[in-house]
């Protein structure tokens, strides 16, 4: 079945996508896991894991703006490139195709959103230095 | 719910039975039932859009698919007679959409054309080198299939459609006809059903098709020419060794034929010709070509086809493909000329369903939002009859044939090459853009001035490939 398996092998730990390099195509997770991590003062923080069926990269679709994170295969993982071109014309021939797209970003928000606000409540529980 | 039979109006209280005024239009309101009438991709991907963006508009549709068909069972119960490819930009659209093909299905991966011509053969790769395009079969399989291995094309569908909520019915649709302005679907077996929208989807080679376009008279089935398709088995490791992941594609300047393809499946090799009345002695002729016979050599296939049909195949567009709650999708409908039918019954099934459930199900509706999907492909098509007339040109002439051949492996060999004809050829031939793109590609003079440049060192050094 190996022949019919559409779409790009990464093996464990290549990377897909680096952090600040620029981009013309999103990714669509075929088969296995890759990790989404931002290199922040010279850190790696690992934001989240994506599964089948999950895109990858569709920021690059929407804005001309350089990668916001890098992308690494967890295990062997085969994905399917989407081309920034050709979907543009086809969401602009039929809007209704950007829908899973948005409902992606609007769950990505939400749970940012509930990061942000659990962050806050850290910060505000957090006791400040001590008085002299 | 009413029953097969019922002769009773539906009350304006009724599910579905939103008063048609003036006002409101025909709608598919909560409730609303709709039948589908054949469970190709058309029909499957009419089903499948129309209650995915139902769930979305938080509106409760009840659909019924009607394909006697039984995609799980060998061919030629199953079969749907079709070269079998998902093109490059269809995969692309359905991974966005949520649909991504398995391996069980996809017969092979395809990541590069040969072209291959009297006077020689070039490949063509994707930039990315990326299988992106899929060689299916629409059944289980060629006639004496062994062993079903993998999955239908169709069958996936279908069953993607019954997850969404679709039933799937096996009953022959014998008539559809008219009650108090709603269609009724009768089967073979007595089954009578009324609905608030019908989309028939049953091709060009049904049968059906007569019967069931009576209840739209406006209706004209489109034109249509026969193509060959055969299937040659040679095994995995055999398809593997003779072709490899490649499409190969042949312009030959063989009287009638105008396009050749063989595509490499699972265990077999399909073979599909496009030209004029294709016989028995085309197809020998064709396989006995030198450029053939290289390419796949008769005793890979022990000399003969596993199974072959004369399907025909949609080449100019329906009349008036809708009527006020009937809509013909897919090949009975519009699809491009030659290339890419499970795109275009993609396209015309999806501008169908978001028709029904954002604007109506009246003729007014389908005009407005459905028709000009139909009419984009019509137009493009009129420039794609020109391509394929300007290619049939190319085919006769060996130093036009040669100038392209050099200037495709150039592009193929030298990384940063600007590839302009090689993206034009597998545009063209992968079906991933559109005709008119691909045209007006070849107009642009960087174009023609490296087209002419390469015309001339082939002339000069009397290119041999």
Redesign the interface.
Known sequence: MEAGALGKTYKSGETMMRQGESGDSMYVIQDGQAEVVVEKGGREIRLRTLGRGEFVGEMAVFERETRSATVRAVGDVRVLTVDRRGLLKRIQEDPSLAFRIMETMSRRVRTLSEEVALLRREEHDRPGPASA | MRTANSKAPLSSHAPGARAETPDHGLRLNDGARVAVVGGGPAGSFFGY?LLE?AE?AGVRLKVDVYEPRDFSAAAPAGCNMCGGIVSE?L???L????I??????????IDSYVLHTDVGSVRIETP?????I?AVFRGPGPRDVRRVK?GSFDGFLQNRVREKGAEVKRGRVQEIDRESGRPRVRTKDGSLETYDLVAVAVGVNSAALASLQNVVPEYRPPRTTKTFIGEYYLG?AGV?AVLG?SMHVFLLSIPRLEFAAIIPK?DYATVCLLGREIDNELVREFLESPAVRECLPPESYAGQSSCHCRPSINVGGAVRPFSDRIVFIGDCGYTRLYKDGIGAAY?TA??AA?TALFHGVSAADFEKHYWPACRAIGDDNRIGALTFAVTRRVQGAGFLLRAMLRMTSVEQRRAGEHRRMSLVLWDLFTG?ASYRNIFLRTLRPAFVARFVWNLTVSILKKDRF
Do not use: D, H, N, Y
């Open positions: 859009f963006l979305r930009s995969v692309q659209a991974v966005t959409e949520g991504s093909i398995p391996p069980t299905v996809v017969q092979r991966g990315l080198r990326e299988m992106r899929a993998w995995e593997a992941s699972g396209r999806k501008a978001t991933s």
